[in-house]
């Protein structure tokens, strides 16, 4: 259970191995240890991240998750409350492609789109059901700022993530009076394992400062929060760019 | 017949909302019928939702409100003992058998809280140090378990399931029936002796040395105020008058009994207004208002007891956001201990007014019972950023020393702090299993502590 303060006592990461995730466990492991719960596929680096939380005070289960595995989100759900409920689900997986590649391979394209739109909204289907049983939770959905105004560099990506904000924005409010809120989360640029070897754009911040984001947007219960938090009225502005002017942005 | 309908619950603290299926109950087969009807979720009584978390909530489950059973079954007075339903009033009780000479044995700074809740919560009030708390008056209470069973358990039938019952948070089934020992009284007036004390040290000194003298003893501690004055206190002890003691007019009605709510707080109170400047301001002012010293002052049940009574739904000035309410035992011998959180407290900027610090006496055998002898502080906090990791950090030196929290006021201690904090849990989740196996009575306290 989310006590009367805020803290939580158990973590399910989706995507248990992505930066952000791992980085929000160890955030939340500063303040309580915890019930962890990663669900990802069964690799070695599942395994390193397991052992890491473990030495910083974590109870870890682990559970196999794979976004390609139309049937992996019941399953998944399914293994990862059975010791007990949950009281934030974090879905934190997805895919950048490359655009360039992207644009001459229809089946990338599906692919990314199976992973990034598709295995999302099935997990927040999945939890959704789960938490209105149970009563309590929180989901937060990792979106991005480039769902928000999606730019010739990378729009397959942008799309993906535009479909997700949508649905998991529309899946708060179908939950209100359920007990079970939503956070959706839209960094900018995160230098990750995700980002490797990719220019820093502007305003680009760290998975440790989208888990502090998504810590204190949960406690505080909010909808939407931007990382960093400058990039919301930089979006803003963004959105509202003549379209003549904003496709000859460098971004 | 239930009707359940689903409700957003909280506890005093209005914190930490959760919704659950509210069924009002009348009886045994009212309770029977939401027993059978319960799926996963589990099934867990409320009464007049006191407690200030979520002892009382059940989210995605069902609650029982247990106000509805509330009749008076026998009465002998003689013995001074009545047979009670679990959903009935300390308010009723004390409206019924004050004018026949009965006080409630115990009575917690609110008189609305219902038989079964004081039993769950094993209550405590002024008088710990000479009567202990409510279970220890409890002669039989029936228990209806999860098997369907109704069992009548005491400190001499099934003396484990009881004393797992007593302070066990509804958590072993549902407190039908109690026969309750009451408090023989000449007159419902108490005479109060009321003492200022500039600091903690004087506090301390004025308790030990003489609370055994008092039925009744308690005390206002300033927890805003730093440095030399730190712990001032204004300490109120007293017991009931006899009737050659009270005034020539009062003498023809000694039992005259009657108080009402004067006023009710509006919902409309913003966050943030209970902050370090308006408490200071009011704990100086209640400070200043109380004499330094007075004897034999007649003031009645409701005056001494209860005076947040008067003022209804008072959990309202704390605001949406809600406030928690902090309560440790510290043994006797770790008085540090106690001036070290004191300090932390009034060092670290959060506003606490109302913060109560008691004598405990000796405990009792029951396994999550509170009382410990020792000293008891309660305080209660606005909930703002950074209460969280204050109040962990200030419940390591509590259960270092032996100390602990009690589960009637928590909201939101760590569970393996917690665990710590009372050694006979395992003995207390033996009980569960024996009686419960399948965890059919759950509550969001219990999954919160994994208790």
Not at chain 1, 89 to 114: N, S
Not at chain 2, 234 to 242: K, S
Not at chain 2, 275 to 282: D, G, K, L, M, R
Not at chain 2, 328 to 338: A, H, I, N, Y
Request: charged share 25%.
């Amino acid at each position: 259970m989310i006590d009367a303060l805020g803290s939580v006592g158990s973590l399910l990461l989706v995507g248990g191995t992505s930066d952000i995730a791992v980085a929000t466990a160890h955030r939340y492991l500063q303040e309580r240890p915890l019930r962890v719960v990663l669900a990802a596929r069964d690799s070695a680096r599942r395994a390193t991240v397991a052992e890491e939380l473990r030495a910083a005070g974590a109870t870890v289960e682990v559970v196999d998750f794979d976004a390609e595995d139309p049937a992996s989100p019941e399953r998944m759900v399914a293994a990862a409350t059975a010791g007990g409920d949950v009281d934030v689900a974090v879905v934190a997986f997805g895919q950048l492609g490359e655009q360039e590649q992207l644009a001459h391979d229809p089946a990338a394209v599906a692919a990314l789109a199976r992973v990034n739109y598709v295995a999302p909204v099935v997990v927040g289907t999945v939890l959704a059901e789960r938490m209105r049983a149970q009563g309590h939770g929180s989901i937060v959905a990792l979106s991005s700022v480039a769902g928000e105004r999606a730019r010739a560099s990378n729009f397959v990506y942008g799309s993906t993530k535009a479909g997700i904000d949508a649905f998991y924005s529309g899946l708060a409010d179908s939950l209100a009076g359920s007990g079970v809120s939503v956070l959706v989360v839209r960094p900018g640029f995160v230098r990750s394992k995700m980002t490797e070897g990719l220019p820093d754009a502007p305003l680009a911040t760290t998975p440790e400062a989208v888990a502090e984001a998504i810590v204190t947007g949960v406690r505080k219960g909010r909808h939407t929060v931007w990382v960093p938090g400058a990039m919301r009225w930089v979006m803003s502005g963004l959105r509202h760019t003549p379209r003549a002017i904003f496709r000859k942005l460098p971004i | 017949m239930p009707d359940g309908t689903t409700a957003q619950l909280t506890g005093w603290g209005r914190t930490a909302p959760t919704p659950a299926l509210l069924e009002r109950v009348r009886d045994e087969a009212d309770v029977r019928k939401v027993l059978a009807e319960s799926r996963g979720r589990g099934v867990v009584a409320r009464g007049l939702a006191r407690s200030y978390g979520d002892a009382a909530q059940n989210a995605g489950g069902h609650v029982l409100d247990m106000t509805g059973a509330d009749r008076v079954l026998d009465v002998d007075l003689a013995a001074a003992e009545v047979e009670v339903e679990a959903g009935i009033s300390l308010d009723r009780l004390m409206n019924l058998f004050v004018p026949l000479g009965m006080f409630v044995p115990v009575t917690p700074g609110t008189r609305y809280v219902t038989v079964g809740g004081a039993i769950a919560a094993d209550i405590h009030g002024k008088n710990h140090h000479v009567a202990g708390s409510f279970a220890q008056h409890v002669r039989w209470l029936d228990l209806l378990t999860a098997d369907g069973q109704v069992r009548r358990v005491g400190p001499d039938a099934d003396a484990d399931l009881f004393w797992a019952t007593a302070g066990g948070m509804g958590l072993t089934g549902v407190i039908l029936r109690a026969r309750v020992r009451m408090k023989p009284i000449e007159t419902s007036q108490t005479l109060v002796d009321t003492d200022r004390t500039p600091d903690l040290d004087a506090l301390l000194t004025m308790l030990s040395e003489g609370d055994h003298l008092y039925d009744y003893s308690v005390a206002w501690i300033d927890c805003v105020t730093k440095g030399a004055r730190m712990g001032r206190s204004v300490l109120t002890r007293g017991r009931f008058a006899r009737r050659d003691e009270l005034p020539a007019r009062k003498q023809a009605d000694p039992l005259r009994y009657g108080q009402s709510v004067k006023v009710s707080v509006p919902d409309v109170f913003p966050p943030g207004l209970l902050n370090v400047a308006t408490v200071s301001a009011f704990n100086e002012l209640w400070y200043r208002k109380a004499p330094k010293r007075k004897r034999d002052q007649l003031q009645s049940i409701p005056t001494f007891f209860h005076p947040l009574d008067g003022v209804g739904a008072w959990n309202r000035i704390y605001g949406p956001r809600g406030f928690v309410q902090w309560q440790v035992t510290v043994p006797f011998g770790s008085e540090e201990t106690l001036r070290h959180v004191l300090e932390r407290i009034s060092s670290s900027g959060h506003a606490s007014f109302l913060a109560v610090l008691k004598r405990f006496g000796e405990g009792n055998p029951g396994m999550l019972s509170y009382p410990s002898p020792g000293w008891t502080l309660a305080l209660d906090i606005p909930v703002v950023s950074g209460l969280a990791r204050l109040l962990d950090e200030l419940d390591e030196p509590v259960v270092d020393v032996g100390g602990r929290t009690y589960l009637a006021k928590d909201s939101r201690v760590r569970p393996e702090v917690f665990a710590r904090m009372y050694p006979r849990l395992d003995d207390f989740r033996a009980v569960r299993a024996r009686v419960d196996p399948d965890g059919v009575f759950t509550s969001d306290l219990a999954r919160r502590l994994e208790l």
